[in-house]
T-cell receptor, first 115, second 116 residues
Framework: AQSVTQLGSHVSVSEGALVLLRCNYSSSVPPYLFWYVQYPNQGLQLLLKYTSAATLVKGINGFEAEFKKSETSFHLTKPSAHMSDAAEYFCAVSEGGFGNEKLTFGTGTRLTIIP | NAGVMQNPRHLVRRRGQEARLRCSPMKGHSHVYWYRQLPEEGLKFMVYLQKENIIDESGMPKERFSAEFPKEGPSILRIQQVVRGDSAAYFC??????????????FGPGTRLTVT
């Protein structure tokens, strides 16, 4: 069984500061890992994904994440926060393989940007 | 290329009525997933379908809920005899053939169901 833990349901950072959103996963097989962003009353947009290639993954809007197998982590970072980054962020895991593509999501982290 | 489309965007039903939620996947995508998001929670997997086949329904409640993805037309998530606890946002996602994909799913805007 797979699971995702996102530490910190709410994170506040000042505009221009580093953004760090934490995600730890559990999977019985090498995982596929994703970060999605959700703006109010909208669907989910893919920020980036890890699919067993490079462990440092770059995504859209200046975000990146590093897959660390030894720590079972996939934390999301952005060097300098922008007001438009305020949203809810979800980490998700999939075991891949036919029939196993379903995503298991964390409970989300709401990011607030302080002007 | 149009994205995943869901309709209606908002749906209000009285207790005991039926709710039908529709999802049209992205062009060329043959796999559809339904997820439910309860208030202040993450998304929970419900069901995974291919055309005319249910691949995984392990997240579907045993009663009142059903899903289909016919050969022609959108995927339908059907909730019979709705109760207040069914109030949630229901998201559909689609992906192309997993044989040549990195398992990325593309999400629609969701249907927000309110049961009064």
């Amino acid at each position: 069984a797979q699971s995702v833990t996102q530490l910190g349901s709410h994170v506040s950072v000042s505009e221009g500061a580093l953004v760090l959103l934490r995600c730890n996963y559990s999977s019985s097989v090498p995982p596929y890992l994703f970060w999605y962003v959700q703006y109010p009353n909208q669907g989910l947009q893919l920020l980036l994904k890890y699919t067993s290639a490079a462990t440092l993954v770059k995504g859209i809007n200046g975000f990146e994440a590093e897959f660390k197998k030894s720590e079972t982590s996939f934390h999301l970072t952005k060097p300098s926060a922008h007001m438009s980054d305020a949203a809810e962020y979800f980490c998700a895991v999939s075991e891949g393989g036919f029939g196993n593509e379903k995503l298991t999501f964390g409970t989300g982290t709401r990011l607030t940007i302080i002007p | 290329n149009a994205g995943v489309m869901q309709n209606p965007r908002h749906l209000v039903r009285r207790r005991g009525q039926e709710a039908r939620l529709r999802c049209s996947p992205m062009k060329g995508h043959s796999h559809v997933y339904w997820y439910r998001q309860l208030p202040e929670e993450g998304l929970k997997f419900m069901v995974y379908l291919q055309k005319e086949n249910i691949i995984d329904e392990s997240g579907m409640p045993k009663e009142r809920f059903s899903a289909e993805f016919p050969k022609e037309g959108p995927s339908i998530l059907r909730i019979q005899q709705v109760v207040r606890g069914d109030s949630a946002a229901y998201f559909c996602a689609s992906s192309p053939n997993p044989g040549r994909t990195s398992y990325e799913q593309y999400f629609g805007p969701g249907t927000r169901l309110t049961v009064t």
